[in-house]
């Protein structure tokens, strides 16, 4: 179900957008406009922009609902468009409207859409917003603008054979040549230019949530739902240590609190240690008396995200957009497949230094570069000299440093977070 509400003042605008899926998945998001715009106007940006999402979440089947009469009436053929920007408008959501196999739109009384009309007014009003769980974003121009292309000549460079390639599956006749392109080409696919990942926000200090020692605090979070997986998953649990940044998740078909406390236990208590503090939001699964009292009879303190503090979830959240956007590219042709591509998502996260700790998260929980594919098959020079009694005192070298290690980590997001360690 999407419903959608406008706002607008002689100030300015916004939208609000609730989007409810069948297992109670649900998203909420406030839009401002930085542009003037009328109520109708208002109305048709928030539907847009709620198709959009709709759209985001490969959603097939779609329930509309929204307090405009005349919008409503209008995509549904029983009032005419007199006004030029409202022709687009209704053209633009006409076409959004064909990618779903099932739409119905209906006309609601203001009532029954209140929590959308309370997100639209806000977005419309000078508050700040600071809300959590709700998305708050903003839209520079209209939907129906559209900007112009022209066209630019340039002269052939060191890209020309590289987009032939891409574009026509054009190679050099000189085998060498040609496999030297084919590897360049591997770093401009469409897949990563799609998917990747494009910040919204203004620019800001990063803050890092700072732990005594690792595996002491984890956050937890949910991402999906999903396509339906080939093993009928539509969500991800997401686990991460704030210090190590280690991460562990789990596609699932359920989300209640029994798959929550399994996840929990053997993922994060039984492969590590009995944490101090978990971090999560507030979400049913997370606030239930039976993952309460899981947590409880392990004396671990549980710390809710909330409206005063939206950010102490805020490595999980990250995470959790991180292993999306790794899946985005990895499943572009058979969605379905999403969860078996899964855990080598998680290996590369795992295996890649973050920035707010400069280091692996292989490396801060065990002490040693993990050994990649690419070493076995270029036979890098710790897999060529390979000898089990040197590995081994090698091992307790690099366990002695793994404590400086991780200080060093330590020290890293201390001067992430400020020269007096304040968490933001």
Not at 15 to 42: D, H, M, R, W, Y
Not at 83 to 106: G, P
Not at 276 to 302: M, P, Y
Request: charged letters at 25%; aromatic letters at 10%.
């Amino acid at each position: 179900m999407l419903f959608v509400d406008g706002s607008s003042n002689s100030n300015s605008g916004g939208a609000g957008i609730i989007f409810i899926s069948p297992e109670g998945f649900e998203v909420q998001q406030a839009l401002k406009f930085e542009f003037q715009a009328t109520n109708n106007v208002a109305e048709y940006e928030a539907l847009i922009a709620g198709l959009k999402l709709a759209t985001d979440l490969e959603v097939d089947i779609i329930d509309i609902f929204g307090d405009s009469q005349l919008v409503v009436k209008q995509i549904i053929g029983e009032f005419k468009t007199h006004n030029e920007n409202m022709a687009k408008y209704l053209a633009m959501t006409q076409e959004l409207l064909k990618k779903f196999s099932s739409r119905k739109l209906s006309n609601v009384d203001r009532t029954e859409n209140q929590w959308a009309d309370s997100l639209a007014k806000l977005a419309s009003s000078n508050l700040k917003m600071n809300l959590d769980p709700v998305y708050v974003d903003s839209l520079k121009s209209p939907a129906i603008d559209t900007l112009m292309v022209h066209n630019i000549q340039s002269n052939p460079d060191w890209r020309s054979p590289i987009l032939e390639y891409i574009l026509g599956n054009k190679l050099p006749m000189e085998k060498s040549e040609a496999r030297a392109i084919m590897f360049k080409a591997k770093n401009y696919c469409t897949a990563c230019q799609r998917h990747g990942s494009v910040s919204h926000r203004p620019t800001t200090e990063l803050n890092s949530i700072l732990t005594p020692c690792p595996f002491y605090q984890w956050g937890i979070d949910i991402a999906g739902p999903f396509p339906k997986s080939n093993s009928h998953c539509q969500y991800i649990v997401v686990s991460v240590d704030y210090a190590t940044k280690w991460v562990e998740a789990k596609p699932l078909s359920k989300i209640r609190e029994k798959e929550m406390i399994e996840f929990f236990m053997e993922y994060v208590v039984f492969r590590f240690e009995i944490p101090r503090i978990l971090v999560s939001d507030n979400g049913t699964q997370f606030i239930g008396a039976q993952f309460e009292k899981a947590l409880s009879d392990l004396k671990i303190q549980h710390i809710k995200a909330s409206v005063a503090y939206p950010q102490a979830n805020g490595l999980a959240e990250v995470t959790n957009r991180t292993i999306f956007q790794g899946l985005k590219k990895r499943i572009e042709e058979i969605p379905r497949c999403w969860a078996d591509e899964l855990p080598n998502v998680l290996w590369s996260y795992r295996i890649t230094p973050r920035s707010t700790t400069g280091e692996t998260p292989f490396r801060l929980a065990y002490g040693v570069d993990a050994v990649l594919p690419v070493e076995i098959s270029l036979i890098s020079p710790r897999i060529e000299v390979f000898d089990p009694s040197l590995t081994a005192e090698g091992l307790r070298f690099h366990n002695d440093l793994l404590e400086e290690t991780r200080e060093e980590s330590r020290l890293c997001m201390i001067a992430l977070a400020g020269e007096d360690g304040k968490v933001l």
